[in-house]
């Protein structure tokens, strides 16, 4: 297009430029004919036209022509398209081939896990044996995409892959190593075709020939540990935020994320148990013999450390060789105590017409340590005492999970009756187990109590001869596996006199402690003062609301809602009924990070607390809960640290309960649902 052009008047008063014609002749045209004749000629002093360059200007001749700079860029443009091409054939045709190997490791990797679940070692070692292979040779395909280690960004992804490979051969060889070790224990641990050089020795002489022969095995563990920890430290090179939180509608990230999480767990168990399991001889009384007292927490009555203590036994082990002696309910240690103590603060404002300490309501720490510690402290009161090494708590879910793996039905002789676990109308559904002993612990009629004090140890006893009276394959491997799952539920708890022994069962969370977290925490724990067998009625669920502002502060509201949607039984003592859904009375605590602030507690029928226990914050009230009714109390605090761009926290479950069910919102959007079946850590990209 033509330039601008301008007539400049020097001395001239009017100053009118003419600018942006059709064309340059057209203009100066029209430029003569109007307006020179009106200036005056001394006026004008100069007239400046500026047109426009001749190479700038379109002509026929040049205007279908591409310019220099155009073509170079076309040029760029397809060789980086070529070559795009070129390394999108030179990775998928050999990927091709990588992706149907990969499917095959995860195939025969699944099958292995799947031999191992099913009890059957032999098959394990076979298909170990063969998820190795198949993992070697995806390992020499896969090194021919090694070339785009170069390549900005795909570089990444890459390693990532190769990181993988390494960790899954370290946790293959671990396996292999675990499964050739514990070859002649096969029989014993409830394993098919193993090796076991005692298969045909009455079962108590098997588990003292294993013991006698542990110590061969342990010095093993140390090597096992070591690679699980290197292919931990593997997966930990991965970057989870390398990938899309989600492709395809499937979850990527996240799987990740939760690999990691579950490696990391893996080795903290495994080398935190070495302690444990290189003392398991003398804690099965190999070298002398060792007793436990066992106490027997009523869950359905919950207590802090899971349930109220409702019985008691004294469990032998001699040369791995086991008895129960000594079985009975606590109140006949109550009954022995040789002076009056007073009832502790917490008693005397929470319970109903209790004055006194007794061992039954000793466990009000929600530390399993602590109440034990506590328990010992009365013990000291009582006359004869019973003579223990440790103390084991266990609450009913325990007895119910092993009747169900013993096939649900127990025969006691002494009483000539038979234990089942088969639902019961007389309590809404629960386990006639449950109800039988409900009904021996709660309804207050002095013979019930005397002629059948002993019935746990008896049920006991009955246990162990039916676990122990067939062949270990039948039984053990699922015994041993609902061991492990009560423990990790907190059903079981651990109290150890010896110091050594008690950290070895701390480092691998055995001993229901209360934990120390450097984020966000939470534990709830609820205590049933006087409020019948309720807790085998009521319902929970607990939504947190998380409020992250601007500058990272966080404001905190925690909403607990309870209902009991059952009948409520007949509670007159008079009419020598069984009282188990009656008005729950309910001391709640909220344990939160120390130095954490309360806005508001709504629903206390009583004055709020707030004081520190345990290195935290505490919100202490107390509520009811009718049959028929429901309850909810609302706590809003504010944390007394601000939030990172990654939210933690740390949530421990109380013992004795089943799940309840926890929402988190933070910001008002939904994170997770979940029930709380043992302790659990979440993180949140915020």
Known sequence: MAEDFTLKKLGAENKEPIVKRKSPGDMMKSYISADIPKLHKSSINKITVSLPKQDTMVTKSNRGKKKPWVKRVMRVAL??????????VAIALPARKIVKEAQDVTRVGTEALEALKMQDLEQTKVKLTETKKELTELQNSYKSLSWTKIIPLVGGYYRDGEHGMNAAQEFITAGDIAVTEITPYADLLGFSEGESSFVDQPADKRIETAIA???????????ISQHLDAGSKELDQINPKRYPKKFQGKEIRSKIEAVQSLSHD?????????PLLEILPELMGMEEEKRYLLLFQNDKELRPT???????????????????????????????????????????????????????????????????????????????????DGIIALDTEVLVATMDVLEGDIFVPEYGENFTTKPDDRCDGCPMVIYELSDYAGRRVGHVRDNRKDVLGKLMFALMQKALGVSPSQYWGSLMQTFFDQINEKHILFYMKDGPTQQALEAVDFAGRIKEYDADYLHINDSNMAGAKSNLFVQHTVTQDIAVENDRTVTKTITIDYKNPSEPSDCNIMNEGLCLNGLLRNWLRIYVPKGSELVSFEGSETEVVTKEDLGKTVFEGFMTVAPKGSSQVV??????????????????????????????????????????????EVRYDL
């Open 79 to 88: 060789i980086v398209l070529l070559l795009f091409v070129v390394l999108a």
């Open 213 to 223: 022969t542990f110590d061969k095995v342990t010095p093993k563990i140390g090597e």
């Open 266 to 274: 893996t080795i903290d168990l495994f080398v935190n148990a070495q």
């Open 306 to 388: 899971g349930g109220f203590i409702t019985a008691y036994a004294v469990l032998i082990f001699d040369k791995g060789k086991m008895r129960v002696e000594n079985s009975s309910n606590i109140y006949d240690l109550d009954d022995r105590q040789k002076t009056n103590i007073k009832a502790p603060e917490e008693i005397l404002t929470y319970h109903k017409g209790v004055y006194y300490a007794y061992l039954r309501d000793s466990n009000l720490s929600p530390d399993f340590y602590e109440s034990m510690q506590m328990f010992e402290e009365l013990l000291q009161n009582v006359s004869n005492p019973p003579k223990y």
């Open 635 to 680: 706590v809003k605090y504010k944390l007394p640290f601000k939030a990172d761009n990654e939210y933690r926290m740390l949530i421990q479950k109380q013992p004795g309960t089943k799940g309840h069910e926890y929402i988190i919102k933070i910001n008002g959007r939904e994170k997770e649902t979940f029930n709380l079946t043992t302790d659990k």
